[in-house]
Nanobody, 122 residues
Framework: QVQLVESGGGLVQAGESLRLSCTAS????????MAWFRQAPGKEREFVAV????????DYADAVKGRFTISRDNAKNTVYLQMNSLKPEDTAVYSC???????????????WGQGTQVTVSS
């Protein structure tokens, strides 16, 4: 079993930055892909970013490309999401997920965190 715990969310103004962290416990996640998804009120969960087990392969949703950066520190069993130039439309609950495959879809990720709220005011 893997437990994922996100942190770093909060309330910021448009244009500001936040860094989210997702720390795993119970088992090492160095051998699996890690991803961030988000869900805004009344909307479906959507893909944000994914990073391969080695960190070499990275992919982003078009909506965040150029503003968000995903990274991982396997020694700390942690994945990060640096979010710059935040916009009100980035407001959502952000969740991390781990799984054996490098995917943009929710299916295939077998462990999920509870999520952290990010609110961006205009």
């Amino acid at each position: 079993q893997v437990q994922l715990v996100e942190s770093g969310g909060g309330l910021v103004q448009a244009g500001e930055s936040l860094r989210l962290s997702c720390t795993a416990s119970g088992r090492s996640v160095s051998g699996v892909a890690m991803a961030w998804f988000r869900q805004a009120p009344g909307k479906e969960r959507e893909f944000v970013a994914v990073i391969s087990r080695s960190g070499v392969n990275i992919d982003y949703a078009d909506a965040v490309k150029g503003r968000f950066t995903i990274s991982r520190d396997n020694a700390k069993n942690t994945v990060y999401l640096q979010m710059n130039s935040l916009k009100p439309e980035d407001t959502a609950v952000y969740s991390c997920a781990s799984g054996p495959y490098y995917l943009r879809t929710t299916t295939g990720y077998n462990y999920w965190g509870q999520g952290t709220q990010v609110t961006v005011s205009s």
